[in-house]
């Protein structure tokens, strides 16, 4: 829910959006009698996220928490279901209730040790990306392992990094300041705001102080007049 809330409030600024549409796929064993069946369970949830009124960290996070709850406790509606009765707008280029999906991949995983085998659990090469953007974060011994896929159409690797950083700033806020307001937060990191902030607006130059600006205006028309337009 918190991995959530950050990518929720990523989202909202990138795209200055308070309502916000995330997909998520839930595991849908939440009976007793098919824990032990072999077959895909898995079903697509539609989290939709709140940020209006500029609410607290604390605030954001409890909105959220309702949700997802309220969402878990539907997880038997089929996707296809939810979508025949909403009968949203189709169209071959997007996915028609959310463009971006989040996955949280908490099952427990035990070493398999079978004599004279190594076992090693290897990242599928996905060749296609199914939404705009997805985020996968993996529970791991030594902690959480993000990794993003992503449409190559609409973004490169340098804005994917860097929206990482993003990402990984809004968490540390998150943890740092949990009773801020969410507009305060900052997403950008020191080497970015250093970028922004410092770097790209040094815009001082000189200039003559005895002349008035339309006068400096004037002498730079006549310098090079072909670069009046």
Not at 4 to 29: C, E, M, W
């Amino acid at each position: 829910m918190t991995l959530l809330s950050a990518f929720a409030l990523l989202l909202g600024r990138y795209t200055h959006q308070k309502d916000v549409v995330i997909g998520a796929p839930i595991a849908n064993r939440n009976h007793q009698a098919i824990e032990p069946l072999i077959g895909f369970f898995v079903n697509t949830l539609v989290l939709r996220v709140d940020l209006r009124g500029n609410p607290t960290l604390q605030t954001l996070l409890q909105r959220v928490r309702q949700m997802t709850l309220d969402a878990y406790s539907h997880q038997d509606i089929p996707f296809e279901r939810l979508v025949e009765v909403l009968q949203p707008q189709r169209s071959l280029s997007h996915h028609p209730l959310f463009q971006v999906m989040f996955a949280l991949q908490n099952a427990p995983f035990t070493a398999q040790e079978l004599p004279e085998l190594t076992l090693t659990s290897l990242q599928p090469d996905r060749a296609i990306a199914k939404f705009d953007w997805t985020l996968f974060m993996n529970e791991t011994p030594m902690g959480l392992v993000g990794s993003w896929e992503y449409n190559t159409d609409l973004f490169d690797a340098a804005t994917i990094h860097q929206t990482i950083e993003r990402f990984r700033q809004l968490l540390e806020e998150i943890v740092s300041q949990p009773k801020q307001v969410i507009q305060n937060l900052n997403v950008l990191g020191e080497s970015e705001r250093q970028q922004l902030l410092v770097t790209w607006n040094q815009t001082w130059t000189d200039y003559p102080r005895h002349q008035c600006i339309h006068e400096v205006f004037e002498s730079q028309v006549e310098q090079t007049p072909e670069r009046s337009q």
